[in-house]
């Protein structure tokens, strides 16, 4: 395995098994051609960045029906309200702003008539049209230094270059980071949020790494990158969005901007718990192994009580979930979801039906594996009904849990 920045040999520390694409869910008749690759992920001492060995082409990944629509939660979509009057502190009246991995258009909704011109690149057709519609420009490709030379007035004259949940998608840093160069202007600031590996190995919540996410950020991987690129980290800002995440700021190295507090608290944290050397490695997979077998487990002893066992919401960390714990069909008899390209469609590789999410208190289960746990406070609060009937939830993170 070769480190995504250096081109050097790393050695992966953990494999979690032949993987199919996360969000590939799919029909009968293509189960027998399904795609795999193996799911290994290693560590580079140089960046403190946590990366997957193998993965699929971005092409497989991110097409015309990408399922997943950044305003399937509510939740969500005030979380990127509150990002985007945050983020106004760093705009003028006029300023351009660009958004990367912009789906739907969630975010960018909140610049719809102002005086900032906003656009969003976005490589997955479906979702890229729907922003359109909305009336968010929104240029169905994918960020790099080819597609950005049409936007020539916004060459060196950015101040907002931003995504959430997307800079861990792309497979190219160092491309990334010159398309950030030609792009920002002199103070402006490049602004994501990702999943963060702080709250994956504290809560062991080992279902963010799947294809699509190349990496897992810290703190420390972070300042070691963008200063690799002549930028620097000025602002480190905790989010519990996806169970956790990280929101970065980063501007150019001579910009006027400096450092917050928080930088400083957050990377001894990291020091601290070896998130910056490869030493939480071995603890990290060991405790993935223990909780793949106390879920199973778990599972089994249900079905062994006639338990009838469903799962909520096709998320795409659920394909880790059941891929690497080996869970299918004769143990979940369906998962309900509310996205329009995933029901009646089956699971990647574990193959369980997905149906609509009109039919989770209608199916009558009495346990539901809540695999959208990091919306757990929005759907449990829209679920009542499931416990007062007598259903149960089984969580799984940071241990697991019949309740
Ligand atoms: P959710 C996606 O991950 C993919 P996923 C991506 N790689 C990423 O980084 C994050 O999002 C940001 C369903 N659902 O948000 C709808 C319900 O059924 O955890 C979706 O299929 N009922 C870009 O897929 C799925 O969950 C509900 O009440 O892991 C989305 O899951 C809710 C709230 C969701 O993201």
Redesign the pocket.
């Known amino acids: 395995m070769k480190c995504k920045i250096t081109g050097k040999k790393i050695n992966p520390f953990m494999s979690f098994g032949k993987m199919p694409i996360?969000?590939g869910f799919l029909n009968k008749k293509d189960f027998k051609k399904e795609f795999f690759y193996e799911l290994k992920v290693g560590f580079s001492e140089k960046f403190s960045l946590f990366q997957l060995d193998e993965y699929p082409s971005v092409k497989r990944m991110f097409h015309k029906n990408y399922?997943?629509y950044?305003s399937?939660?509510k939740?969500?979509i005030k979380h990127f309200k509150n990002y985007a009057n945050w983020s106004k502190k760093f705009l003028r009246s006029k300023s351009k702003v660009i958004e990367l991995g912009s789906n739907d258009g969630t975010f960018l909704n909140n610049f719809k008539n102002t005086s900032i011109e906003a656009i969003g690149f976005e490589p997955s057709k479906n979702v890229s049209d729907m922003a359109n519609k909305r009336g968010i420009n929104s240029i169905n490709k994918f960020f790099n230094t080819s597609n950005i030379g049409e936007l020539k007035n916004f060459e060196a004259n950015t101040d907002l270059i931003c995504g959430a949940?997307v800079i861990c998608?792309i497979p190219d840093l160092k491309n990334l980071f010159y398309a950030v160069d030609k792009l920002l202007s002199k103070d402006g600031v490049f602004v994501f949020e990702e999943?963060y590996l702080g709250s994956v190995y504290e809560k062991n919540s080992y279902d963010q790494i799947y294809d699509?996410?190349i990496y897992l950020f810290s703190g420390v991987a972070v300042s070691k990158v963008a200063a690799e690129f002549d930028l620097k980290l000025i602002d480190l800002l905790p989010q519990t969005t996806?169970g956790g995440s990280m929101r970065y700021v980063v501007c150019r190295k001579n910009s006027k901007r400096s450092k917050t507090q928080n930088i400083k608290k957050i990377i001894s944290y990291e020091k601290k718990n070896n998130l910056d050397n490869d030493k939480f490695c071995k603890k990290f997979k060991e405790n993935c192994e223990i909780s793949k077998r106390d879920l199973k487990k778990k599972i089994i002893e249900l079905k062994n009580k006639e338990k009838k066992i469903c799962g909520?919401?096709?998320?795409?960390?659920?394909t880790t979930i059941l891929n690497y714990c080996d869970i299918g069909p004769d143990l979940i008899d369906y998962i309900?979801?509310?996205?329009p390209e995933?029901i009646g469609k089956y699971s990647p590789g574990s193959h369980i039906p997905i149906v609509d999410?009109k039919f989770f208190l209608r199916g009558k289960p009495d346990v539901a594996i809540l695999f959208?746990w990091?919306?757990a406070n929005?759907?449990i609060n829209?679920e009542k009904k499931f416990r007062i009937n007598g259903g149960r939830w089984l969580t799984f993170f940071p241990k697991v849990k019949v309740w």
Not at 312 to 318: E, I, L, P, Q, R
Not at 336 to 339: A, E, H, N
């Open positions: 996360a969000n399922p997943f950044t399937s939660s939740y969500m949940n998608h999943p699509e996410h996806h909520y919401a096709a998320t795409s960390k659920s309900t979801d509310t996205t995933k999410h959208a990091n919306h929005e759907i829209k």
